[in-house]
C-alpha cells in the first residue's frame, strides 16, 4: 500500500471507531457491484445525409440513371447553326479546330435528347477531354492516329465511318453539315467496360448559391472570350433565369428548337495550342490544345468570376480548378461549359 493508501486506510479506520464509540451496533456495510463491462452510451450525432446528385452536374435527383457518359462531337460552323440537342449537355468544351472555326465535345447523361448534331471529326485534343470519363464518344470520323488515341484513352468509340449504329443524314442541309445521332443508340452500343455511371469531374457546391465564385468572387456579368480570328463567344449573366446565356460574336445563340444556348457556370482555360504534324483535307495543319499540364483559368458562376489554376496530370486524368488559396473551386450545381482559349493567340475580357 502506498503512503496515500494508508494515510487513507487510517481515516477510514478512525471514522469507524468512532460511530462504535456512539453506542448500538455499526450499520451493515452497503456493497455496490459496478460491472466494467458496462459504459454510458458514447455514440456520436448521426451522419449527416448527402443528397443524391448528378455526377456531371452535381444537381439533386432522386436517382442517378445507370448509364455511362455519353461525348459527342457537335460543329460549330456557321453552316451547322442552329444546333440539336446541345442545350440538354451536362457539359460542353469548346476547343478550336482548324480554320480559325470551333468544335464542341458535348456530354450526356442526365438528359436524353431525341437527336443531336451536326456531328463532326474527332480532333486530338478528344482523348484527353473524355479520358477521365470512360465513357462513349460518337463521331463521324478521322484520322487513324487520332482514332487511335481514343481508344488508348480507354474510350469506346461510336463512329459513322465505322458503320456503326445511330446515324442519320438529312436533306435539309448539305453534306458535310447534314449528319445527326441518337444518344439512345449511341448508348445501346455501349459495352461492359463502360463506366456506369460516370465519374463526378468538376467539384459542385452541396447547395446552390454558394459556390466559390457566387460566394467569393468579382462581379462578372458578362465574359467576351476571343477563340480565334473567326471565333468569338460572349457570355451574359442572366440574373432573372440565374445563368449566362450566350451569342456567337453579337448574335445570340440559339438551338433548333430555339432555345436559348446557357451555363450555369463558364470556365475559361488558358491553355497552349499547338499544330500536330497531320493537315485537313484543305491542307490546313490540325492543332491541338495541350491540356496535360497546368495553367490559369477563370470560373464564372451566379454573375461573379474567381481567377483558378487548372491541373491535370494525364490524359485519364480530371481537371482539377484550384483558388488562390489552394482550395477546391466549387461550381454551382448545373450546365458548365469550358472554353479552351489558346494561349497568345486567344483571350477574354470580363465586365
Known amino acids: 500500500m502506498t503512503r496515500t493508501g494508508r494515510g487513507a486506510g487510517a481515516v477510514l479506520a478512525a471514522v469507524v471507531l468512532l460511530l462504535a464509540g456512539c453506542g448500538g451496533e455499526p450499520a451493515a456495510p452497503t456493497t455496490v457491484t459496478v460491472d466494467a463491462d458496462v459504459s454510458a452510451d458514447k455514440a456520436g450525432p448521426p451522419e449527416p445525409e448527402v443528397p443524391t446528385v448528378w455526377p456531371l452536374t452535381g444537381v439533386e435527383t432522386d436517382e442517378v440513371a445507370d448509364r455511362p457518359a455519353l461525348a459527342v462531337k457537335i460543329e460549330n460552323a456557321p453552316q451547322a447553326r442552329p444546333q440539336t440537342g446541345l442545350e440538354q449537355a451536362d457539359v460542353v468544351w469548346e476547343e478550336v479546330v482548324e480554320g ?62 465505322h458503320g456503326d449504329d445511330g446515324f442519320t443524314t438529312t436533306r435539309a442541309r448539305r453534306a458535310p453539315h447534314n449528319v445527326y445521332g441518337s444518344p439512345e443508340e449511341f448508348w445501346a452500343q455501349a459495352d461492359d467496360d463502360r463506366t456506369s455511371p460516370p465519374p463526378a469531374q468538376l467539384v459542385f457546391a452541396r447547395e446552390p448559391g454558394t459556390g466559390t465564385a457566387t460566394v467569393t468572387g468579382d462581379a462578372a456579368t458578362r465574359l467576351d472570350v476571343r477563340l480565334t480570328h473567326a471565333s468569338r463567344a460572349v457570355w451574359e449573366w442572366n440574373a432573372d433565369e440565374g445563368h449566362y446565356v450566350r451569342s456567337e460574336g453579337d448574335s445570340p445563340a440559339v438551338s433548333a428548337d430555339e432555345v436559348r444556348l446557357s451555363a450555369t457556370n463558364v470556365v475559361l482555360l488558358s491553355a497552349t495550342m499547338e499544330n500536330t504534324p497531320f493537315k485537313d483535307p484543305a491542307g490546313v495543319p490540325v492543332p491541338e490544345t495541350k491540356l496535360v499540364g497546368s495553367g490559369e483559368g477563370v470560373v464564372a458562376s451566379g454573375g461573379k468570376q474567381v481567377t483558378v489554376t487548372w491541373s491535370k496530370e494525364a490524359v485519364e486524368a480530371p481537371l482539377v480548378l484550384t483558388g488562390a488559396d489552394g482550395a477546391p473551386v466549387e461550381l454551382e450545381p448545373g450546365r458548365s461549359w469550358v472554353e479552351l482559349v489558346p494561349v497568345g493567340s486567344g483571350s477574354w475580357e470580363i465586365g
Open 100 to 161: 480559325g472555326i470551333t468544335r464542341f465535345v458535348a456530354v450526356y447523361h442526365s438528359q436524353v435528347p431525341p437527336s443531336v448534331g451536326p456531328v463532326r471529326s474527332v480532333r486530338p485534343m478528344d482523348p484527353a477531354i473524355v479520358g477521365p470519363l470512360h465513357g462513349i464518344l460518337a463521331y463521324t470520323g478521322g484520322q487513324e492516329p487520332f482514332v487511335d488515341a481514343v481508344g488508348a484513352a480507354g474510350v469506346q468509340s461510336v463512329v459513322m465511318d
